[in-house]
C-alpha cells in the first residue's frame, strides 16, 4: 500500500464524514472500546526506511511487522530498549506506539514514548507532517510525536516512525528467589536503591524472578551477592506476550499501575506484579468500581485488558484533562474521524 493510498482513504472519510478504524495487525484490538468506521489496514505501507547502526537510530514505516524490525535490529546487536510485546508476530510498529506498551525492562530503560525522534502522520485536514527528526535533541517547544505514543490512533494515522535504539545487553541472567509478597517488595525496593544490573523484577506465586543485564563482570557479582537460583529466560519472553499460565484465567485482566512499594491489594482475584511492583496485573470478577477505588485509593489507576468487559476500558479521567484531550483532538482532528470513541466515548 502506497503513502498515497492511505491520503486518498482519508481525503475521502473527510469528505463523506465517514470515521476510520486504523488498524495494523489488530493484536490489541482487546484494549479499548468498540471502534465504528471503515477498517484501514496500515500493512502494505511497510519496510525500513533508514538504519544507520553506528548513529542508534532507525525509521520505519508504521505497517511493518514489529519482528521485521527486531530481527533487523538483533542483526546489528541492537535493540528497542523499552521491549514492546510482538503478540505472536502481529504487531506493527505503528500500533506498538499508537498502544505505547512496554515489556518488564520498562522501568529501568524507559517508556515507548522515550524512544520516538520523530514521526510523519496524515492529520484529520488530510496533510501529511513531520513531527521530530532523526536526532536525539531536536525539539524546540512541544513534543507532539511522544504524544502520539498511547494515543491508540484517535490524534492521527502515523506513517513513519524515528526510533532510538540500544546495543543489547553483552550478558544476561535469570533468576528466582522463594519468599512471600511482603519480603519480596522489601528487597525490591532496598535492592532498587543499590547498583545491581536488574532489568526485570516479577513476583507471582510465591515466587520472585529477577533479570539482571550487563557486562559479564557486572551480571556475575550481583548474581554472586543477590544470591538466588538460576532459571529459564523464556519466562521473561512469555511475561511480555502475556503466555504465562497466569493470563490463561478466563477471568477479566486489570493492568494497575500503582507504587511500586505498595503490598498486594485486597481485590479478590489473583495478583502478578511487575516492573518491582508499579506495574500489577489482576484476573478478577470484581466490578470496576471497586477495582478503580482501590487503585485511586493508592495513587494509581487501572485498566481493563479483556475487550467486553467493561464500559471504559481506560481510567475516567479528571474533567479538566478531559478537556485538554478534547481540545487536542479537535485540533488534530477536526471531523472526528479517526477511531472515535476508542480512548473515551467523548473523544
Not at 496485573?281 to 494509581?300: F, M, T, V, Y
Request: net charge neutral.
Amino acid at each position: 500500500m502506497s503513502l498515497d493510498t492511505l491520503l486518498d482513504a482519508v481525503h475521502q472519510a473527510i469528505a463523506s464524514a465517514t470515521p476510520l478504524r486504523i488498524r495494523g495487525g489488530d493484536s490489541k484490538a482487546f484494549l479499548g472500546r468498540p471502534t465504528p468506521g471503515t477498517p484501514l489496514d496500515t500493512r502494505g505501507h511497510r519496510g525500513i526506511v533508514s538504519y544507520d547502526p553506528t548513529e542508534l537510530v532507525v525509521s520505519v514505516r508504521a505497517g511493518t511487522p514489529l519482528r521485521e524490525l527486531n530481527a533487523a535490529l538483533a542483526e546489528a546487536g541492537q535493540m528497542l530498549p523499552c521491549e514492546p510485546p510482538d503478540f505472536d508476530g502481529q504487531a506493527t510498529v505503528g500500533g506498538m506506539v499508537a498502544a505505547g506498551l512496554a515489556g518488564p525492562r520498562r522501568p529501568w530503560s524507559g517508556a515507548v514514548r522515550d524512544f520516538v525522534l520523530g514521526t510523519r502522520v496524515i492529520t484529520g485536514t488530510g496533510k501529511h507532517l513531520r513531527f521530530g527528526g532523526e536526532v536525539m535533541k531536536n525539539v524546540a517547544g512541544y513534543d507532539l510525536s511522544r504524544l502520539l505514543a498511547g494515543s491508540f490512533g484517535s490524534l492521527g494515522l502515523l506513517t513513519e516512525v524515528s526510533l532510538k535504539v540500544l546495543p543489547s545487553p553483552r550478558c544476561s541472567a535469570s533468576l528466582t528467589l522463594d519468599l512471600g509478597p511482603a519480603e519480596a517488595l522489601r528487597r525490591l525496593t532496598e535492592w532498587g536503591q543499590q547498583a545491581l544490573p536488574i532489568s526485570g523484577a516479577c513476583y507471582h506465586d510465591e515466587v520472585l524472578h529477577l533479570r539482571l543485564e550487563g557486562g559479564e563482570g557486572s551480571v556475575a557479582a550481583a548474581r554472586e551477592r543477590l544470591g538466588c537460583s538460576a532459571a529459564d529466560a523464556q519466562f521473561w519472553v512469555d511475561l511480555r506476550e502475556q503466555r504465562l499460565p497466569f493470563f490463561r484465567d478466563p477471568r477479566p485482566l486489570w493492568r494497575l499501575s500503582l507504587p511500586f512499594n505498595v503490598g498486594l491489594l485486597e481485590l479478590p482475584g489473583t495478583q502478578l506484579l511487575d516492573w518491582a511492583g508499579a506495574q500489577r496485573w489482576l484476573k478478577s470478577d470484581a466490578e470496576a468500581g471497586q477495582i478503580r477505588a482501590a487503585a485511586s485509593a493508592l495513587g494509581g489507576h487501572a485498566s481493563c485488558f479483556s475487550s467486553g468487559a467493561c464500559d471504559t476500558p481506560f481510567q475516567p479521567l479528571a474533567p479538566a484533562l478531559l478537556r485538554y484531550h478534547q481540545q487536542l483532538k479537535a485540533q488534530l482532528d477536526p471531523h472526528g474521524i479517526f477511531n472515535p470513541g476508542r480512548l473515551y466515548p467523548e473523544l
